[in-house]
């Protein structure tokens, strides 16, 4: 599991270093009102992404099931009802997108030198939004045969892909027809290339739609409209903010916030990649009555999801607005940085159980309550940002969020902990308690960073950021993982030094 986890995290960390590139590229490429006009498009066109319905992360959990049985014609039966599905959804999602046209254009006041490009812009990113259901296949597939590794490699070359094409062609011109077309080159890359992958490693696999059957679509529907409620609320709590903004606001505006989304969504992904892996696990795990084993890999990994939460989450809340400042430029240090502290703080109690309760949660096929919460609290993320962005503006909309998150991820957790058997007080002690002290020393260490000295230089940050890294190490191996009951570091570590010697 490590293994699979760990490739994900590679993904998102090299993810992240491709974002810390581009994002000020077209940022001053495109400028404000370029930017924010593309961040629109995107979050206007990102709720075709619900006509999924759901059938993505239900396939994978029949896709599992049918792989660990070993039976390919169960598994042909689903691949193939899942690629009949996605076509159709394929098809749906152009004419919806077509149809979404008169609202982008009659309800946002688009800037002038931008409002013509924007427009091709919208229908390319709307075909690209189509032919990406299809191309989800491939991933459904690798994942449900545990085969990240390789997964995350195609992921690779996506991003550096999507790297050289950016640089090259804005180079050649500002515009956002470019970066709508960059969308399909790289998703024209990934579905060959994954597909090649596939038909090497599992020749058994057959893509013909005479193993189209009803029946499995049935089933595969009675888990997915779960799902689609859950990608509801998630859209209504990451990805409407832009469409508030510029509503009530001004395109211009959207820039800053999006700016220190990204730095949460980026560290959500992180945690995330926990989920990917546990999610077929609890699958199986349950299958096989492996209740115990289960329990132990929530309690393990929710402690870690913490951990790192913490310690990445503790430096973007006190030197996240200097590094923001430093990345963007000062004009962002302001005002992105308080949106980013008021979204880190929540995050630090919602990513560990978006990381792992969650997931485990869907694994067992107990889709209700998560998914219910979930988009309730997407429901009130939307209202709370339209009712506090007139008196707070940017500061609003991030309390929009953050709010509904904090109460979400305390409705999960509970459910999670009856769900294991695990009583909620054994689970902050095991969980919250050491990693919380633990880092206390880190807090204090980045305050005096930003209030002792002052730091805003990129050196600076460094410095404090490989100093943080170190005394979170630390406070690890000497507290809080010190005499764990399934993750002893010391022991680890003295594991590791006999081996060097042999």
Request: net charge positive; with cysteine; charged share 10%.
């Amino acid at each position: 599991m490590l293994k699979n986890v760990g490739s994900n995290w590679i993904v998102t960390l090299v993810t992240i270093a491709v974002t810390y590139f581009l994002m000020p590229f077209v940022l001053h490429t495109l400028g404000q009102d370029g930017y924010g006009t593309w961040a629109l498009i995107n979050s206007i066109t990102g709720y075709l992404a619900l006509l999924a319905l759901g059938v993505p992360m239900a396939s994978v959990r029949y896709f599992a099931e049918h792989a660990a049985d070993r039976d390919p014609q169960k598994l042909n039966r689903a691949i193939a009802s899942c690629t009949a599905l996605y076509l159709a959804i394929g098809v749906v999602a152009l004419l919806v997108g077509l149809a979404l046209f008169p609202f982008f254009s009659l309800t946002y006041d688009l800037p002038a030198a931008w409002r013509s490009d924007a427009h091709l812009a919208f229908f390319v990113v709307v075909i690209s939004v189509a032919l990406g259901f299809v191309a989800m296949l491939p991933e459904g597939i690798m994942t449900a045969h545990d085969d990240f590794v390789v997964r995350n490699v195609v992921v690779l070359g996506r991003l550096f892909v999507r790297l050289g094409l950016t640089v090259v062609l804005l180079h050649l011109r500002a515009s956002l027809v470019f970066l709508a077309l960059i969308q399909i080159a790289c998703l024209v890359f990934d579905f060959s290339l994954s597909w090649v992958l596939i038909r090497r490693r599992y020749p058994e696999i057959r893509v013909r739609f005479a193993d189209f059957d009803w029946r499995t679509v049935r089933r595969i529907f009675s888990f997915s409209l779960f799902v689609l409620l859950l990608t509801v609320g998630a859209r209504l709590s990451f990805e409407t903010d832009a469409i508030v903004i510029g509503a009530f606001m001004d395109v211009g505006r959207i820039p800053f916030y999006t700016v220190a989304n990204t730095l949460v969504i980026y560290l959500m992904e992180f945690v995330i990649a926990i989920a990917a892996v546990v999610m077929p696990m609890a699958t199986r795990l349950n299958a096989q009555g492996r209740a115990s084993d289960l329990r132990d890999i929530f309690l393990k990994w929710s402690k870690i999801a913490t951990s790192l939460t913490l310690m990445a989450g503790l430096f973007l809340i006190v030197l996240g607005p200097q590094f923001i400042g430093w990345w963007i430029g000062p004009s962002f240090e302001g005002p992105a940085g308080e949106v980013l502290q008021i979204l880190m703080i929540s995050a630090l109690v919602f990513l560990p159980i978006r990381g792992v309760a969650q997931p485990i949660l869907m694994g067992l096929g107990k889709p209700g309550i998560p998914t219910i919460a979930f988009l309730v609290a997407g429901v009130v993320n939307l209202g709370l940002s339209v009712l506090l962005v007139g008196p707070l503006g940017l500061a609003g909309v991030a309390l929009g969020t953050a709010i509904p998150n904090v109460l979400f991820a305390l409705v999960i957790l509970v459910l999670a902990c009856r769900e294991l058997d695990t009583s909620l007080t054994h689970y902050v002690r095991y969980v919250v308690g050491r990693s919380v002290i633990g880092a206390l020393p880190v807090l204090a260490l980045l305050l005096w960073f930003r209030l002792g000295l002052g730091i805003h230089t990129i050196s600076g940050l460094v410095g404090a950021g490989a100093a943080m890294v170190i005394v979170f190490g630390l406070t690890g191996i000497l507290f809080v993982y010190r005499n764990d009951p399934y993750l002893d570091l010391p022991r680890g570590l003295a594991r590791l030094r006999g081996w060097s010697r042999v």
